[in-house]
């Protein structure tokens, strides 16, 4: 079992960089335009050769209400009628996709998110999930990981029976803070009696798994009325909790223009919630899996850590690093072997390029030799907080104290500082240093130093 993390205030305040999610390596900061069409459907044959299993990323843009501080690609319209002109784009992009892909590849993951995927009517699921199953491999038998996020001001018992019907046997609920005050000025209204009742039905409808996200740093919240939020999340119980650290970006987000920046709290009340969150989730059972990613110890993030076969990729942590990542709607990234590839994150586009019969694929980046070994090394440590050297020497047939050595100063100053432990052999991310595992990761990043770092979030 992984040590528990250790709090260390003053190692927080030095490496609190700002730097990426590595979601991906590189990020999708590197993506450009040199990357098209043609390139995606040379990573799809490949895939077909090779016959490896797909994650399937399905994004549904549309928000009958905005949430202030939402920094996703969304359509806000109480429109309903908006739908359907976009599913029958998507559908074509379906099946554009899958004529390129072999029946025998299956879909082990699916995911839905938006957006709010329940935006869409019952006869509007059920159409896109059997357009789906019609182009794509997937399972029947509930072995696959099957997920969609939920706000639970837009579903009900009928719509879980519904989902749980058409294969989902995982959710992603939004929850964000319970206080009134914080909801008010975030524009998210929000009971627990409402997040309850979705959330008994997807136990009663025997859902796998049932994930929460939070955000900490929110208008108007304090550590007490953030605590009292983690309180009421506890006693939900909860698989996997998701506890992030909000980015106040106006000047890049709009929606968050709305929002008092007066009323935010301050850097040391975030670091307050922070470590009172982590002391309230860790006496109540849950492990700390990385990157804000809490879990119980019998879910499969955790016992994949545990056996060192944890992986990371656009949706985050992961037990299927292994499958092709297929991204599918507006804005939807893909990682089909070296390819990332990601649409057009303009509605109309998206539809008019798909109306021409044309996939909407706008930019990306094919990985070379060196983009592959250094996401190899940053995630083993942002999943398994350690680095054996051998393996990496051995996959890449380099010497990794000399491929890194002009790091080395910077590695040894974190071992220094009680952040890693680095020897000949490995490094190791201590206790006091799994909070920060991004600013380890960031030593290995070749493009941090020419990116703009205020495009990014902070560690903690």
């Known amino acids: ?42 990573a799809l044959r490949d895939s077909r050769k090779a016959l490896r299993p797909l994650s399937l990323y399905v994004h549904v843009p549309f928000c009958a209400n905005i949430c202030y501080y939402c920094a996703c690609n969304k359509v806000i319209t109480k429109d309903r009628g908006r739908a359907q002109p976009y599913l029958q784009r998507l559908e074509q992009e379906i099946q554009l996709i899958a004529c390129h892909l072999d029946p025998a590849q299956k879909v082990e993951q699916l995911h839905f998110g938006g957006g709010t995927p329940t935006f869409l009517s019952h006869d509007e699921l059920r159409q896109l999930m059997a357009q789906l199953r019609k182009s794509f491999n997937l399972l029947d038998d509930n072995s696959g990981d099957y997920g969609i996020e939920i706000d639970p001001r837009e579903a009900d018992w009928s719509t879980m029976g519904l989902l749980r019907e058409l294969g989902f046997n995982r959710v ?68 996997r909790l998701s506890v992030f650290n909000y980015a106040h970006l106006p000047e890049r987000f709009m929606p968050q223009r709305r929002i008092n920046s007066d009323e935010l709290p301050t850097p040391a009340q975030k670091l307050e919630m922070l470590q009172g969150t982590i002391e309230q989730l860790t006496q109540a059972g849950y492990r700390y899996i990385g990157m804000d990613h809490f879990a119980l110890p019998d879910d499969e993030l955790a016992i994949a850590q545990e056996e060192s076969t944890l992986q990371r990729n656009f949706q985050g942590y992961t037990t299927h690093g292994h499958c092709d990542l297929i991204g599918l709607g507006v804005s939807a990234i893909s990682q089909i072997g070296d390819l990332y590839c990601q649409n057009s994150s303009d509605l109309n586009q998206y539809q008019n390029t798909l109306a021409s019969a044309q996939l909407a694929t706008s930019r990306g980046l094919l990985c070379n030799a060196d983009d592959r070994l250094r996401r190899a090394v940053i995630q ?59 600013s380890v990761c960031m030593v290995f990043d070749a493009y941090l130093e020419k990116q703009n770092r205020q495009r990014f979030s902070r560690v903690i």
């Open 1 to 42: 079992m992984l040590d528990a993390i250790r709090w260390d205030t003053d190692l927080i305040r030095r490496y609190d960089l700002a730097g990426p999610r590595y979601t991906s390596y590189p990020t999708a900061v590197q993506f450009d335009g040199q990357v098209g069409t043609f390139d995606l459907f040379h």
């Open 172 to 239: 992603s609920i939004g929850l964000q803070d319970l206080d009134p005050a914080v909801q008010r000025a975030v524009n998210r209204l929000q009971s627990l009696e409402d997040t309850r009742a979705v959330i008994d039905a997807a136990r009663t409808l025997q859902f796998r798994s049932i994930n929460i996200d939070l955000i900490y740093g929110l208008p108007r919240q304090t550590p007490e009325n953030f605590a009292r939020t983690v309180d009421e999340v506890i006693n939900l119980q909860p698989d």
């Open 380 to 438: 083993q440590l942002i999943c398994n907080f350690s680095l054996e050297f051998a393996e990496i020497e051995q996959a890449f047939n380099i010497d990794f104290q000399g491929y890194f050595g002009e790091l080395w100063p910077q590695l040894q100053e974190m071992g220094e500082d009680g952040l890693i432990e680095l020897d000949n052999e490995r490094i190791t991310v201590l206790p006091a240093g799994r909070l920060l595992v991004r």
